[in-house]
C-alpha cells in the first residue's frame, strides 16, 4: 500500500482520479469510505464539473450545426414519372 499525504490526497480529488483508485491506494475498504472523510473537498469539485459542463454547453451552441440527412423526398408526377424536389 503506498501511502498518501494529505495535500496528496486532496491532490488526488483535484486532478481527477477516480475515487476507487483513491480508495485502493488509502487502504479503505470501499469508495464510500473515502467519500465520507473526503466529503469537505468535494464542494470546489462540484464547481469545476459545473463550470466544466457549462463550458462544453456553450462549445456545443456555437458549433456550426451539421445539415440533416434523411431519406431523399421523390414526388409523383400526375403522369406517374417522379421529380425530385
Given at each position: 500500500?503506498?501511502?498518501?499525504?494529505?495535500?496528496?490526497?486532496?491532490?488526488?480529488?483535484?486532478?481527477?482520479?477516480?475515487?476507487?483508485?483513491?480508495?485502493?491506494?488509502?487502504?479503505h475498504?470501499?469508495?464510500?469510505?473515502?467519500?465520507?472523510?473526503?466529503?469537505?473537498?468535494?464542494?470546489?469539485?462540484?464547481?469545476?464539473?459545473?463550470?466544466?459542463?457549462?463550458?462544453a454547453?456553450?462549445?456545443?451552441?456555437?458549433?456550426?450545426?451539421?445539415?440533416?440527412?434523411?431519406?431523399?423526398?421523390?414526388?409523383?408526377?400526375?403522369?406517374?414519372?417522379?421529380?425530385?424536389?
Amino acid at each position: 500500500m503506498i501511502r498518501l499525504t494529505p495535500s496528496a490526497r486532496a491532490s488526488s480529488f483535484r486532478s481527477g482520479a477516480h475515487v476507487k483508485e483513491i480508495a485502493d491506494r488509502l487502504g479503505h475498504s470501499s469508495p464510500v469510505v473515502t467519500m465520507r472523510v473526503y466529503a469537505h473537498i468535494l464542494p470546489s469539485l462540484e464547481e469545476r464539473l459545473a463550470a466544466g459542463l457549462d463550458r462544453a454547453h456553450r462549445e456545443s451552441l456555437a458549433a456550426p450545426v451539421r445539415p440533416k440527412r434523411g431519406p431523399e423526398v421523390v414526388e409523383l408526377t400526375s403522369t406517374g414519372r417522379e421529380q425530385r424536389a
